[in-house]
């Protein structure tokens, strides 16, 4: 059976952290903090279902050049017999992001690198990606792209796509759909089976609606979050890969 470990792979940018930053007059410090009930990347668990706690900081600079970290807490599981899986991702991020001259056009360029400390199990689960992110008005969409994916699995892309607004002032809703693929077939864990065998997928898709509300300055968030993957193509589990609600309590400072 392929290893547990690469059930899961982890991102700072979240359903309900993300890794953008406009640019500012001069310079610009600010700093999150987020209590979920589930930590979804992707659509699929990173905490075995359970709560996280996540947090960062992000620096902006004119004209609109950025840099930051995130980390939240993970469970991968209790590791096996050649170390531990860890307990935390880090993530470090830095691009460009701006307006297209006079228009509402928008774009964002940047570069990610994501760690786990505490994580000894052969490969590594760190790893890196790079993004582009073209957007409309509440209009984005993405495409992220990573040399060798999440414990040394190969080539990987992500595309997604995001529409949020705003209305009656402190409310707002999101929708977000996204599609992973592979260069490998079976090498992640959600196309392996509880017996260890491959399934016939190299790829799946990620969704969720979103409903949040500001009051005083926190930020309150329910999601409806969900994959296309069922139980038997991610590891026969219970519970990480199915469509499930995501509430979240988060402030910015």
């Not at 610009?28 to 947090?55: E, K, P, W």
């Not at 470090?92 to 701006?98: D, E, I, R």
């Not at 969409?141 to 529409?163: F, R």
Request: aromatic share 18%; charged share 20%.
């Amino acid at each position: 059976m392929l290893n547990k470990k690469l059930l899961t792979a982890a991102i700072g940018a979240t359903l309900l952290a993300g890794t953008t930053a406009t640019a500012v007059q001069a310079f610009d410090l600010s700093a999150n903090v987020a209590l979920v009930s589930d930590y979804r990347f992707r659509g699929v668990s990173q905490t075995d279902t359970n709560a996280a706690i996540q947090g960062g900081f992000d620096a902006a600079f004119e004209p609109g050049f950025y840099l930051g970290t995130w980390a939240s807490s993970v469970d991968f599981g209790d590791g096996n017999d050649t170390g531990s899986y860890g307990t935390m991702e880090i993530d470090y991020y830095a691009g460009w992001a701006g307006p297209i001259g006079d228009t509402d056009f928008a774009i964002d360029v940047g570069y990610a690198y994501y760690q786990y400390p505490g994580d000894t199990v052969d490969p590594v689960g760190d790893y890196q990606e790079f993004y582009i992110k073209p957007s409309w008005k509440d209009l984005s969409i993405g495409v992220t792209y990573s040399d060798d994916y999440y414990a040394e699995t190969g080539e990987a892309w992500y595309y997604n796509a995001d529409y949020s607004l705003g209305f009656m002032e402190d409310f707002s809703v999101g929708f977000h759909v996204g599609y992973s693929d592979y260069e490998d077939q079976g090498v992640l864990g959600y196309y392996v089976d509880g017996n260890g065998n491959l399934t016939a997928e190299d790829a799946y898709t990620d969704y969720s609606v979103s409903f949040g509300y500001t009051f005083k300055g926190v930020d309150f968030s329910v999601a409806w979050v969900g994959t296309d993957l069922d139980d038997e193509e991610c590891f026969d589990s219970s519970g990480l890969c199915d469509d499930t609600a995501v509430f979240s309590i988060s402030k910015s400072l």
